[in-house]
């Protein structure tokens, strides 16, 4: 009998036959989407200030153009006619600034 015994030893398996062991089946998980909480952001009150501001700067170029197009000079608007586009943009630049610093300490002192 010169067959192989590879089969007759103890713990050996063929296919289709059982391990011994249980069947080991994966658990379900279950994948839930992240929870997203608002904080309270610190600069908006300062964006808010600075746009106003700005806003209302571009107000007054509304109507200097308009007034250029239809041939009147507001009298807002004779302070103004001897200065240089760059003194204009920074005045411009600095009225946005100060509402930034304004809508900044508006928002320190509410929050």
């Known amino acids: ?3 192989s015994r590879a089969a007759e030893t103890v713990g050996a398996t063929s296919p289709g036959m059982a391990s011994g062991l249980a069947a080991v089946s994966p658990m ?7 929870t997203y909480v608002q904080a ?3 600069l908006s009150p300062a964006m808010g200030g600075a746009s106003l501001f700005g806003f ?3 107000l007054l170029g509304i109507l200097a153009l308009s007034g250029g197009v239809l041939g009147t ?3 807002l608007l004779e302070n103004f006619k001897d200065m240089t586009f760059m003194v204009l943009t920074a005045i411009g630049l600095g009225v946005v600034l100060l509402g ?3 809508g ?3 928002g320190k002192v509410k929050g």
């Open 1 to 3: 009998a010169g067959g």
């Open 28 to 34: 379900s998980r279950v994948v839930s989407p992240p």
């Open 40 to 42: 309270k952001d610190a």
């Open 56 to 58: 209302a700067f571009v």
């Open 73 to 75: 000079k507001p009298a």
């Open 100 to 102: 930034f610093i304004g």
């Open 104 to 106: 900044l300490v508006i």
